[in-house]
């Protein structure tokens, strides 16, 4: 059994797997240096997640997810273990990979004040080509931050946790141009219930 506890996604910690849209993270570091757009009514900060697929017979689309929340995860969770805190665990079943392409997913209409969505990804074995469960990882999103797999890196399907019953997600991803199998660049690896187990804190 592999087990290990989810943390809080920072640009620098999910670096390895892809690249991150995190606002408040990016807005903390900023200094006067800073150019302000839209006439002084905002700040742009550029190139903050890259998107890639280097096959022409690829075109990017955005797509929609609707990700319902499991009832077991149906609590506010906190970033480290409190005293008297319960956990819960989460078993991964499957991972899957894009190998030609990255994919972003960007949460719509959520809460920047609490983890919304938890993301668990994996390197890939350069001889088997299938999870490397030692760079296996758990990252635990705020309602405000979207995610890019790089492309070829292993990753479960999105989780959703808390109160809410579902989060929408726009996913952008590179697709075949043929209508009848745009979801051909994907490639899973299935687990038991008890393989790949991450442990989450609860608010006490």
């Known amino acids: 059994m592999t087990s290990l506890i989810a943390e809080p996604l920072t640009i620098e910690s999910f ?4 690249s991150t849209i995190s606002p408040d993270e990016e807005i903390s570091k900023l200094d006067e240096s800073t150019k302000n757009a839209n006439q002084g009514t905002a700040i742009k900060l550029m190139k903050k997640s890259q998107v890639e697929n280097p096959l022409t017979q690829y075109t990017p689309n955005w797509n929609m997810f609707r990700c319902f929340t499991q009832p077991h995860l ?5 970033i480290n273990g409190r005293k008297n805190a319960s956990t819960i665990n989460h078993s991964i079943r499957v991972l899957e990979k894009h190998p030609y392409s990255s994919q972003t997913f960007l949460p719509m209409g959520c809460s920047s004040g609490e983890f919304g969505y938890l993301v668990v990804v994996a390197l890939e074995n350069a001889e088997t080509k299938e999870p490397d ?5 758990a990252f635990l999103c705020k309602g405000n931050q979207a995610v890019t797999y790089g492309a070829g890196v292993w990753h479960a399907p999105m989780i959703v946790t808390g109160s809410r019953e579902y989060i929408d997600f726009g996913v952008l991803i590179y697709e075949l141009l043929d209508p009848n199998s745009p979801e051909k660049d994907c490639v899973e690896s299935f687990y038991g219930d008890s393989d790949l187990v991450i442990t989450m804190f609860t608010v006490s």
Do not use: Q
């Open 15 to 18: 670096a390895p797997y892809g």
């Open 74 to 78: 149906k609590t506010p969770l906190h």
């Open 133 to 137: 469960v030692s760079t296996l990882r």
